[in-house]
C-alpha cells in the first residue's frame, strides 16, 4: 500500500527545485556577465567575395589555449558613424559624391550618422537613421582654415563615450589628417592615441581611415603628415579596421577605398566566448582566431577587454 505524500516532503522537494532554478539562474547571469563579443571581418585573397564562414570552420586562442567559441552568427545590424575633421582642406567636397554613394548603398539594417570634429567634440549633422537618403544630405562643406585646430582623437573619445552599446557591429569612417594638434607636435604618436584604441577595443568598435589633408600649409609639413599617417593606421589596424592614403594629397577618388571598406563591412561576423580571466579590474588580453579555410583571414582588434569576473 502507498504511503500518502505528506506536506512536509512536498515542502521539501518544492525548497530543493527553487535552489537547483536559482543556482541555474546565477550560473546565467555569471556566463553573460563574462560573455565578450567582439566584431571578426572575413577578408579573401585579393578582396575576392567569400563563402559563408560557419562557426566550424574557426578556433580562436588565448596565447596558446585554445578557447571555446560560444556564438557566431553573421552581423546583420551595423551602426555606421561617418566623422570628418572640420579643419580638412575644402577640396574634399569633391569627394562627396562618392561618400554619398556609399551612403546610399548601404543595406536596410544600416543605420548612419553623420558628425563632425571641431574643439575635439563630434557635433551631430545628422543622428543615426535608416534613411540613408537623409544622412547623405548632412554633408557640408568642412570649415577648413576657420575650423578649430585639435585633435582627432579627443573627437573620437567624445563619440565613443557618447555611444550607447547595443551589442550589435558598430563602425567609425574617420575622414581626417590624423594631426594632433592639440597635444601632438612634439611625439610621433599622438598622446591620446593609446586611450582612443583603448576605448574602441573596450566598446568593440572599428575604426576605418581615410587620410586627407588640413586646410593651410601647417598641417603639410613631410614629417608631421608621414606621423599622423602612421597613427592613422596604428588606429584602425587595432581596432579590426584598415586606413588608407596615397602619398599626402587628397586622392583623385575615394571610390576604391569605399569600395573596399563596404565588402569588408558585408562580410562582419560577431564573435562570442566566455571569458573568466579578466581578474578584479579586467584587463586587455590578444586573441588569435584562425581557419583552415583557404584564402581567408581575419581582421580582428589586435587586443580584447575582458572584464572584471562575476
Do not use: C
Not at 20 to 34: F, H, I, P, Q
Not at 51 to 59: C, G, L, S
Not at 163 to 185: E, Q, V
Not at 281 to 294: A, N
Amino acid at each position: 500500500m502507498k504511503k500518502p505524500f505528506s506536506f512536509s516532503w512536498g515542502l521539501l522537494y518544492f525548497a530543493a527545485a527553487v535552489a537547483v532554478l536559482g543556482l541555474m539562474a546565477s550560473t546565467l547571469d555569471a556566463a553573460e556577465a563574462n560573455a565578450v563579443t567582439m566584431t571578426v571581418t572575413a577578408v579573401g585573397k585579393k578582396n575576392t567575395v567569400l563563402p559563408p564562414v560557419a562557426k566550424e570552420d574557426i578556433q580562436l586562442y588565448e596565447g596558446k589555449e585554445r578557447v571555446q567559441i560560444a556564438d557566431w552568427k553573421r552581423g546583420e545590424t551595423l551602426y555606421l558613424a561617418l566623422l570628418i575633421d572640420d579643419s580638412l582642406d575644402t577640396i574634399v567636397a569633391s569627394q562627396f559624391g562618392d561618400i554619398k554613394a556609399f551612403l546610399m548603398a548601404q543595406p536596410k539594417t544600416t543605420a548612419i550618422a553623420v558628425f563632425y570634429g571641431r574643439n575635439g567634440t563630434a557635433m551631430v549633422a545628422q543622428d543615426f537613421t535608416t534613411d540613408h537618403a537623409l544622412a547623405a544630405k548632412a554633408l557640408r562643406i568642412p570649415l577648413g582654415g576657420f575650423g578649430a585646430f585639435t585633435s582627432p582623437y579627443l573627437t573620437l573619445l567624445d563619440l565613443m563615450k557618447r555611444w550607447p552599446a547595443t551589442g550589435d557591429r558598430r563602425s567609425i569612417l574617420l575622414i581626417s589628417s590624423g594631426i594632433d594638434y592639440f597635444r601632438g607636435d612634439f611625439t610621433p604618436r599622438s598622446p591620446d592615441l593609446e586611450s582612443t584604441i583603448e576605448r574602441a577595443q573596450k566598446e568593440n568598435i572599428n575604426v576605418w581611415t581615410i587620410y586627407s589633408p588640413d586646410e593651410g600649409h601647417r598641417g603639410r609639413g613631410f614629417f608631421r603628415a608621414f606621423n599622423a599617417q602612421g597613427n592613422l593606421s596604428q588606429l584602425s589596424d587595432e581596432t579590426g579596421a584598415e586606413s588608407y592614403y596615397l602619398g599626402f594629397g587628397v586622392p583623385v577618388t575615394f571610390k576604391p577605398y569605399l569600395d573596399e571598406i563596404q565588402l569588408h563591412l558585408n562580410n562582419q561576423y560577431l564573435l562570442t566566448f566566455d571569458s573568466s580571466r579578466g581578474g578584479k579590474k579586467g584587463r586587455f588580453e590578444r586573441m588569435r582566431l584562425v581557419t583552415e579555410l583557404p584564402g581567408v583571414e581575419f581582421l580582428t582588434p589586435s587586443e580584447v577587454f575582458l572584464p572584471a569576473s562575476q
